[in-house]
């Protein structure tokens, strides 16, 4: 079961991911899976939302096992775009920060995938992955702040 891992991150079967915020910004963890989405239906197991004066960026995302990278594109195209509820966190942020919020979606396993696989499975699911990212207990925790500003 995902679990935030402080107020900037989440964790899952040893994989982690955080996004930091800096002097001036805001950022929160938000898990999807089971606390916002209770249902079978399919979801991906949380949010980052970060934030400034002028920007808002909600990095859905997926922690996963390196045997079943294909199904995170799944899940994560299912929560862009059929999950009503997504949707209105979208709109809610949009009121509260006057600036529509970019969407961004990241994929954290310890897992590999080519770039022509991880190109078909974008074009399948009607969804970009910004980054698939590595995560091994012995290497740092990813930190999404970098990834989302360029």
Partial sequence: MTTCDGPYGLKE???KVRLLPKAGEQAWALVLDGCVFQDSQIKCD????????SRTVVCLVELKGAGDIAHAFAQLAFVW???P??????????????VRPV????????????RP???RLEKHHGVR?????????????PDLRSRILN
């Fill in 13 to 15: 079967q040893g994989k």
């Fill in 46 to 53: 949380g949010a980052l939302i970060w934030s400034n004066k």
């Fill in 81 to 83: 775009h059929k999950r």
């Fill in 85 to 98: 509820a997504f949707h209105q966190l979208l709109a809610d942020l949009e009121r509260q920060g006057g």
């Fill in 103 to 114: 969407v961004k979606a990241f994929v954290v396993t310890n897992g590999l995938l080519s």
């Fill in 117 to 119: 696989e991880k190109e």
């Fill in 129 to 141: 992955v910004q980054e698939v990212l590595h995560c091994e207990a012995s290497t740092p925790i």
